[in-house]
Nanobody, 115 residues
């Protein structure tokens, strides 16, 4: 069964860092692009970062220079490293895998940036 399990998240102070993980099972990880969306209360969903099968990554302008996406094929896991976090980064972060048999979603991870 295809499954994405997210870990990480929680409360962090402004300027702090967090890393989200997205562990995939039931899919051929190397055949799927991976990424994260986020959604804050009352806001539209925003695409934060994407990494292709070959490892080419793109991040949103709003997180450029602060967030990095990576993937580990041996672990079938994608990572979102978030540095210099700001209160406006507060949201639920959802990882996804897009590939041959469709798109799958993680359960979401709450990230709250507050002092």
């Amino acid at each position: 069964q295809e499954q994405l399990v997210e870990s990480g998240g929680g409360l962090v102070q402004p300027g702090g860092s967090q890393r989200l993980s997205c562990a995939a099972s039931g899919i051929i990880f190397s055949m799927y692009a991976m990424g994260w969306y986020r959604q804050a209360p009352g806001e539209q969903r925003e695409l934060v970062a994407v990494i292709t099968l070959g490892g080419r990554s793109t991040v949103a302008d709003s997180v450029q220079g602060r967030f990095t996406i990576s993937r580990d094929h041996a672990e079938s896991t994608a990572y979102l490293q978030m540095n210099n976090l700001k209160p406006e980064d507060t949201a639920v972060y959802y990882c996804y895998a897009a590939g041959p048999s469709g798109t799958y979603w993680g359960q979401g991870a709450q990230v709250t940036v507050s002092s």
